[in-house]
């Protein structure tokens, strides 16, 4: 904060010595000829007692201008008219700029010839009248800017000839918008909601503020539409809290420079819609690309690490598919389903929540800790079940195997597993939450399909079938072995609700494990000695049940994760501070359910080698921990166009940025810094 404060008061200083500057007397035509900026005053014809001016700015090859509000440095034109008796000027009209990032700061620029035309109101035109004006300006290069001035004078006549390059330039201006859009402004961000058809195209969109030091020019900003509304969020600027009853704005449309003109009227702002990729996130590829990267993701995710201790459930499938071909088939078509189905579930519901507004993204089940709960429940249960505890048909357990249990073990499995993103599937994942839904879902059904193709192929393949042992008693030692990383799952997931919950939570758990167990062996008994099991088990259900529901309100995360990075905790706020700094910047996003996330931490990240590179460097090291949902962060990774964690991002020096692949390595970063 301290140094965003002397960022702005150099700032101001740099534009009181930018205006002293340009006050000082110097003789026109002389200065005309230094400037490198050329500027030239043309007029229009008087037409029912209006005229329009131009002032044509031609700056030289590697030189600009800047817009009204240039941004976070920069001065905008200033001019001082002196005008016959009976006419006016109205307000200057400037083309769409250009976004220019030096150092981490914004600018809105032109490096191009451009034309501010001025309206003329002309109470009579039954001669020539002159006109004259006094232009200040800043003409600035990527390294040093120089404050320029010129005194330009036209005359305006009755019935003189159209000028051509006044319908060009008028071209060039934003259009306005015929309806008023609404806003709504907090400590934290500007939420606006801008009246514009769903057909109008949208390519590297950006939103240029009129009003001064309102909003973070060099924040991302967010786009996203829910209909006919064009949805758009930018931080604010944190030095300067005030309110303000109107906002006006640009929006450029596309790289080209279209765009229009808007006011803004204090209103409500709805959420959700769908996100656009705006001009800090990726284009999105094909469709069909990104169907095999989804198809590519899942496959992959049987290998991945996160996915380990969900192992024994398609181990015991693919062990009892060899019984018969029949019964291989109908197995591993209702395994495949069951993965599809959940899925196609989970994108549904993380797409009904993002239309409805809340920040989530891929694997937002896991950050709910009444889910985890359950969750740890069902694996205590499953353990107890591979023991030989009970015998109740938990999901794909029962000694003969049915189409409904295996059906329900790749629900489960693909609850557990799709947390998990890795190569490939990052980008379909991240693709999904942009698109409309029918090709979103069938992303995400393509994901479950990649995840259920090794059983699939096991099942209707005879060769492969082959190949796997014949059933017999081995399978009944085989269980017992596996139900020892089931047992590690449920201890994993006893560790992330202490994670997102604290001691309580964690005591809280243990004491439901205890019971559920007990329970369990009563039902085990009963099923021993030839009895029914109805009480124990429904009585399981309902411990289960009031478990989740009356669970404790999770305690606040306080301690920040111990990292030799001496890594920051992650915010829109220090990744802009960080980015004004002029240093590279590693931003690593990270959760405690993400095995791949501890993996890479392990491998590459939270390294002496690592460490060193980046302090010769001086990097600034971000870390953003999304085991608890954090709207900041899942705004983040929209943006840039990741649907869940892990996610590498490097910033330069100038600010610019680059997603690092998801399979970090040592070498990857030090190379990143330049060791």
Known sequence: MQARRYRHVMTLLCHLLAFLCLSAPLAAQAQTRANHIAAELIAGPVLDGRATLAIRMTPDSGWHGY???????????????????????????????????????MNHVYEREYAVLVPLTVASASRSLPVRVKAQWLACTDQICVPERAELATEIRPGAAHDPRMDAWTQHLPAPLDTTATFELDDRELRLAVPLPASVPLQSPHLFIQQDKLVDY?????FSRKGDLLLVTIPRARFDPRETSAVDAVLRLDAAGNGIALRASVGQVPGGGTAVAGSNAPALPPLPWLLLAALAGGLLLNVMPCVFPILSLKALSLARAG??????RVEGAAYAAGVVAACMGLGGVLLMLRAGGEQVGWAFQLQEPGVVIALFALAVAITA???????????????????????????????VATPCTGPFMASAMGAALLLPVGPALLLFAMLGLGIALPFLAVSFVPALRARLPRPGKWMVTFRRVMAVPMGLTALALAWLIWRLGGPTSLAYVTVLAVL???????????????????????????????GVLTMPDPAPQSRPEASILKAQVFSPEALDQARRSGKPIFVYMTADWCLTCKVNEAAAIEREETRAAFQKAGVIVLRGDWTRRDPAITRYLTE???????????????????????????AVLEQKAGV
């Open 218 to 222: 060099a924040a991302p900003q967010a």
């Open 323 to 328: 019984e018969s071909e029949a019964h291989a």
């Open 67 to 105: 817009w009204r509000n240039p941004g976070d440095a920069g001065l905008g034109m200033q001019l001082e008219w002196d005008l016959p008796q009976g006419v006016t000027a109205g307000e200057p009209r400037y083309p769409v700029p250009a976004t220019l990032l030096v150092q981490g700061l």
């Open 640 to 666: 840039r166009g990741a649907a869940g964690v892990p996610l590498y991002v490097w910033y330069d020096k100038e600010g610019r940025a680059e997603t690092l692949p998801q399979v970090l390595t040592p």
């Open 385 to 415: 079940n591979l023991l030989g505890v009970f015998e109740f048909s938990v999901p794909g357990f029962a000694k003969a195997g049915s189409p409904q249990g295996a059906f329900a073990t790749g629900l489960l499995a693909a609850f």
């Open 516 to 546: 559920v167990l007990a329970l369990l062996g009563l039902v085990g008994r009963a099923q021993r000695s030839g009895r029914r099991a109805l009480l124990p088990a429904f009585a399981t259900l309902a411990v289960l049940a009031v």
